[in-house]
Every structure is written in C-alpha cells, then in structure tokens.
C-alpha cells in the first residue's frame, strides 16, 4: 500500500492538476476511486521465472519463425524495453517488427495473414510445375 500511496501522491496528484486543471487536489474518496480502476500486474520476468518461460515459450510457437531464436528473440526484447523505458517512449508492432529484423529475427507472418499465405504458395507451386511441363 505504501507504494501506491507513493504512486498516488506523485502521478495522481499531477495528472489531476495538469489535465483537469483544478485547483483543489483530489479527496480521498476520489483517490481511492480511481485506485479502484487500477491493476497491477506482476510479472515474474527474471532468469527462469514463469513469465519467462512462458514468453519464450509464445515466441517460439507463435512469433518467430525459428524456434531456436527465443533466447535470442528475448534478449532482443527485454534490450529494446529497457530503451523505451530510458527514452520514455515505446512503439507499436510495426516498430517491434522492425527493430527485431535489424536483430536477425525473422518472424512468422500475422496470423491472419496465414492462410492467404498458405494459398498463395500452394498456387505457385502449380504454376511452377505446370510452367515445367512446358519444356
């Protein structure tokens, strides 16, 4: 609690003076209702934890293409947050995606896009071999 109470005092207090532009600070009852609205999650993200393992587990089945990546595909990660978190900034997927393949991380197409994929291979493999007879 006392580190919400921190976290309160500081973020709270703030966004509530710069946004709404109040003069008067928040009440305790409006402190604790908007604590009410927030979650924290702790995740278990060092060398071995559950959330770890579980990462790297859902990088090799659903995100890179070569399984044998995901130490590498996290390392990758875990760098490229710390620099958010340095920068106070972050990126969406596409800035992910980039910053990986600059890494030698090749990733597996969305998954929506998997069976038109799929589809499109298939038809090149008969062109192809119906290109062939033609010789």
Not at 12 to 19: A, D, E, S, V, Y
Not at 29 to 49: A, K, N, P
Not at 83 to 96: H, I
Request: glycine fraction near 6%.
């Amino acid at each position: 609690m006392k580190c919400l109470s921190g976290f309160s005092n500081i973020c709270i207090h703030r966004t509530w003076q710069l946004n709404w532009r109040l003069i008067r600070t928040p009440t305790d009852t409006e402190l604790q209702d908007i604590l009410r609205l927030i979650y924290v999650q702790i995740l278990d993200i060092d060398s071995g934890g559950n959330d770890e393992i579980y990462a790297k587990d859902r990088l090799r089945t659903g995100v890179i293409e070569d399984p044998a990546q995901s130490d590498l595909a996290w390392g990758a990660l875990i760098n490229i947050c710390t620099q958010f978190a340095v920068s106070r900034s972050g990126g969406d997927r596409t800035t992910l995606q980039n910053l990986l393949y600059r890494e030698c991380i090749s990733l597996k197409p969305v998954r929506s896009y998997q069976a038109d994929i799929e589809k499109l291979r298939e038809y090149s493999y008969a062109t192809v071999a119906a290109l062939s007879e033609l010789d």
